[in-house]
């Protein structure tokens, strides 16, 4: 049974930092590209960032580029999102997502986390 | 960058009710759509991608459909279990992604 389990969610200040981490389970973790998807309280889903399976390519939506890095150890079966400089408008759960289909034909996002919340506020 | 938009943003429907939800990309963007299902509370759910192709353990009575740029997701009888937010998503790039801002399918 494929599991995504994200943790490191909580309180920060503006400015503050936090990392999340995602631990995968059931599945060969390092076949896969992975991604964050991100939802404000009350709002719709937002992609953050993807990652090949093994590390070359990184890719961000624009509203967190330069400040938010995605990581992965695949020994680990793990993945990671580093948040600096946040903001309010970051405030929302954060999933980890396994990216389906190959890399011809794929993109969707098969398998969902239950999602780590973060808040942003002083 | 590549846009969804999605129609209706509200549906109120019956159960038993046949729904269509429309999901229009800026550009072509291919086959390459998905839609999820989000209940409120819940993490959300692939129902089809690759603009018709049902995902695992997901009831016949969803289907996809495509024409040009304008995809639609149809329920053929809405059951109480359906009641959610529905979303669609591109990936035509495979590298950069965009969701729709959702529909809510809500009881009439």
């Known amino acids: 049974e494929v599991q995504l389990v994200e943790s490191g969610g909580g309180l920060v200040q503006p400015g503050g930092s936090l990392r999340l981490s995602c631990a995968a389970s059931?599945?060969?973790?390092?076949?896969?590209?992975m991604s964050w998807v991100r939802q404000a309280p009350g709002k719709g889903l937002e992609w953050v960032a993807n990652?090949?399976?093994?590390?070359?390519?990184?890719y961000y939506v624009d509203a967190v580029k330069g400040r938010f890095t995605i990581s992965r150890v695949n020994a680990e079966k793990s993945l990671y999102l580093q948040m600096n400089s946040l903001r309010a408008e970051d405030t929302a759960v954060y999933y980890c997502?396994?990216?389906?289909?190959?890399?011809?034909?794929?993109?969707?996002?098969?398998?969902w986390g239950q999602g780590a919340l973060v808040t942003v506020s002083s | 960058d590549i846009q969804m938009t999605q129609s209706p943003s509200t549906l109120s429907a019956s159960v038993g009710d046949r729904v269509t939800i429309t999901c229009r990309a800026s550009q072509s963007i291919s086959s390459w759509l998905a839609w999820y299902q989000q209940k409120p509370g819940k993490v959300p759910k692939l129902l089809i991608y690759k603009a018709s192709t049902l995902g695992s353990g997901v009831p016949s009575r969803f289907s996809g459909s495509q024409s040009g740029t304008e995809f639609t997701l149809t329920i053929s009888s809405l059951q109480p279990d359906d009641f959610a937010t529905y979303y669609c998503?591109?990936?035509?790039?495979?590298?950069?992604?965009?969701f729709g801002p959702g529909t809510k399918v809500d009881i009439k």
């Open positions: 059931g599945f060969t973790f390092s076949s896969y590209r």
């Open positions: 998503q591109q990936y035509s790039s495979y590298v950069l992604f965009t």
């Open positions: 990652m090949k399976q093994d590390g070359s390519e990184k």
């Open positions: 997502v396994r990216l389906g289909g190959t890399e011809k034909e794929g993109g969707y996002f098969d398998f």
